[in-house]
Nanobody
Framework: VQLVESGGGLVQPGGSLRLSCATS????????IGWFRQAPGKEREGVSS????????YYADSAKGRFTISRDNAKSTVYLQMNSLKPEDTGVYYC???????????????????WGQGTQVTVSS
């Protein structure tokens, strides 16, 4: 099982980034992909998730209206489009997989089995 994030970088407030999570070697037909972020000195927090069993999606309050999670099955990749970025969005963003045929819910760290290495997002002028 492998998850590889990419797409992070430095962006000005109000800008946009699209993060990618390339997946491979999955051992279950049904799963949820979650995006998390961790700011310096803070705990890792869930941002968004998407289920491949019913295509449901979930967004944390901080992401609603600004972030969009999507998937490209042909490329085995999940994306997180982030618009109207704020300095408080700064952190390392991780994708992770949860083996479940359930719907997407608030991502919780302990529910996810495999993680990517993370990609840094910095929002600053």
């Amino acid at each position: 099982v492998q998850l590889v994030e990419s797409g992070g970088g430095l962006v000005q407030p109000g800008g946009s980034l699209r993060l990618s999570c390339a997946t491979s070697g999955f051992i279950s037909r049904y799963y949820v992909i979650g995006w998390f972020r961790q700011a310096p000195g803070k705990e890792r927090e869930g941002v968004s998730s998407i289920s491949n069993s019913d295509e449901s999606t979930y967004y944390a309050d901080s992401a609603k209206g600004r972030f969009t999670i999507s998937r490209d099955n042909a490329k085995s990749t999940v994306y997180l489009q982030m618009n109207s970025l704020k300095p408080e969005d700064t952190g390392v963003y991780y994708c992770a997989v949860r083996w479940t045929n359930g719907m997407a819910t608030m991502p919780r760290y302990r529910d996810y089995s495999y993680w990517g290495q993370g990609t840094q997002v910095t929002v600053s002028s």
